[in-house]
């Protein structure tokens, strides 16, 4: 089953705009993550917001974490060509300390 | 260093036939993770080891399904039987240590057809 639902499933955008991305997710959560997918890399870690925590900046992107709405969102700045792929949020659920659960991703195209 | 990484990279298998599918983790990595993932969907999580003990096999979908890490290291995950619907990307991950904490690194995949 998965954990996350991510809206918009598909997202298309301008080199140089920025792309935000939702996830919701259904049961408490330790810590949510973010990753990314593209054919070239396979799925690389992003970033890790434990659920004491409301927001988290990493180069370029920037998540938010809302518990009491179950909701999180991941924010690219600037993007570029190369930040075209899949993005998904993985919950780690308080009866589990290592299980990743994942949404169904939201697929990021950045046009050059 | 060397990362996580899959062999075969893909794989066709005749339904009926048994698949064998091999993840090489990083090195000292305590926790090895097997998922699935369906085209165009997220990964599913299968089973979990903490060095050779496999703690976690609850996301196997069916008895078809067998992983083992006898040495701590090297993982197999074995489909017995493969049906159309195992057709999907096997993804291997690993952290060094137990804990939500803990980054998980993802090989490449295995992407299986069964024909």
């Known amino acids: 089953s998965q954990q996350g639902e991510e809206d918009p499933q598909a997202l298309s955008i301008q080199e140089g705009e920025n792309a935000t991305m939702n996830c919701s997710y259904k049961?408490?959560?330790?810590?949510l993550q973010w990753y990314r997918q593209n054919s070239g890399r396979g799925l690389v870690h992003l970033i890790l917001i434990r659920s004491n925590e409301r927001e988290k900046h990493s180069g370029r992107l920037r998540v938010t974490l809302d518990t009491s709405k179950k909701s999180s969102s991941l924010l690219i700045t600037a993007s570029r060509a190369a930040d075209t792929a899949s993005y998904f949020c993985?919950?780690?659920?308080?009866?589990?300390?290592?299980?990743?659960?994942f949404g169904k991703g939201t697929l990021l195209t950045v046009n050059p | 260093g060397a990362g996580v990484s899959q062999s075969p990279r893909y794989k066709v298998a005749k339904r009926g036939q048994d698949v064998a599918l091999r993840c090489d983790p990083i090195?000292?990595?305590?926790?090895l993770f097997w998922y699935q993932q369906a085209l165009g969907q997220g990964p599913e999580f299968l089973t979990y080891f903490q060095n050779e003990a496999q703690l976690d096999k609850s996301g196997l979908p069916s008895d078809r399904f067998f992983a083992e890490r006898p040495e701590g290291s090297v993982s197999t995950l074995k489909i017995q039987r493969t049906q159309q619907e195992d057709s999907a990307v096997y993804l291997c991950?690993?952290?060094?240590?137990?804990?939500?904490?803990?980054?998980?690194?993802f090989g490449p995949g295995t992407r299986l057809t069964v024909l």
């Open positions: 090195s000292g990595h305590v926790s």
């Open positions: 993985a919950g780690n659920s308080g009866g589990s300390n290592y299980k990743l659960t």
């Open positions: 049961t408490s959560i330790n810590n």
């Open positions: 991950a690993s952290s060094l240590a137990q804990g939500p904490y803990n980054e998980q690194f």
